[in-house]
């Protein structure tokens, strides 16, 4: 059973704070994702990668950086948290080559006070 | 400016109707489809896919049609189940660049008994 795991279901931290999200894979897959879902904007991108050590900006990288130094483990790094950063953050892989369906983590829901 | 579009932010069909979702996109280059479903405080878990080269694809209650003059696709669920009430995430992706995945922004559907 493919499996995609997010190190938290739920976190609260405060504004300012320097904050890590862990996302791990067990499918040997080379392209893992960083997504954010709002009420009424779906899920948009945060930063991808393709490879170790590859990254690559989404749609909405501002106040975001990541860190894939292995294969199964991608990072999401919020430099110093912000109230406008209360989200569900989901991590995905897939397969490369396209016309593939990516498979999520769980979601952790992130509040920031 | 979204390239993947669901207009209907919800959704209610009576238990063993037909549910129709509907999905339009923007970007040509788009060449797979794919549809998720989500329950609250859960990552999304795909559905079913369609390639481009293809205008329908069926699996059991679910069917999703792509009519690619109109850049228009459609999960057709028959019959609806309680079971089905979920949040429904349309997505494309292109073969060429990065593989990731657009998302519209989501259709709440309620099915009720």
């Known amino acids: 059973d493919v499996k995609v795991t997010q190190s938290s279901r739920y976190l609260v931290k405060r504004t300012g704070e320097k904050v890590f999200l862990e996302c791990v894979q067990d499918?040997?897959?080379?392209?893992m994702f960083w997504y954010r879902q709002d009420p009424g904007l779906g899920l948009r991108l945060i930063y991808f990668s393709y490879d170790v050590k590859m990254k690559e900006k989404g749609d909405i990288p501002e106040g975001y950086s990541v860190s894939r130094e292995k294969k199964e483990r991608f990072s999401l790094i919020l430099e110093s948290a912000s109230t406008n950063q209360t989200s569900m953050y989901l991590c995905?892989?897939?397969?490369?080559?396209?016309?593939?369906?990516?498979?999520f983590g769980q979601g952790t829901r992130l509040t920031v006070v | 400016d979204q390239q993947v579009k669901q207009n209907s932010p919800s959704l209610s069909v009576q238990e063993g109707r037909i549910s129709i979702l509907n999905c339009d996109y923007t970007n040509s280059m788009f060449d797979y489809f794919l549809w998720y479903k989500k329950y609250p405080a859960e990552g999304p878990t795909f559905l079913i896919s369609?390639?481009?080269?293809?205008d329908k694809n069926e699996d059991g209650r679910f069917t999703v049609f792509l009519n690619k003059s109109a850049k228009h696709l459609s999960l057709h669920i028959v019959p609806s189940q309680p079971g089905d009430s979920a949040v429904y995430f349309c997505a494309a992706s292109a073969r060429q660049g990065a593989q990731k995945l657009v998302f519209g922004q989501g259709t709440r559907l309620t099915i009720n008994p």
């Open positions: 369609i390639s481009s080269i293809k």
């Open positions: 995905a892989s897939s397969l490369p080559g396209g016309n593939t369906e990516a498979f």
């Open positions: 499918m040997d897959h080379e392209n």
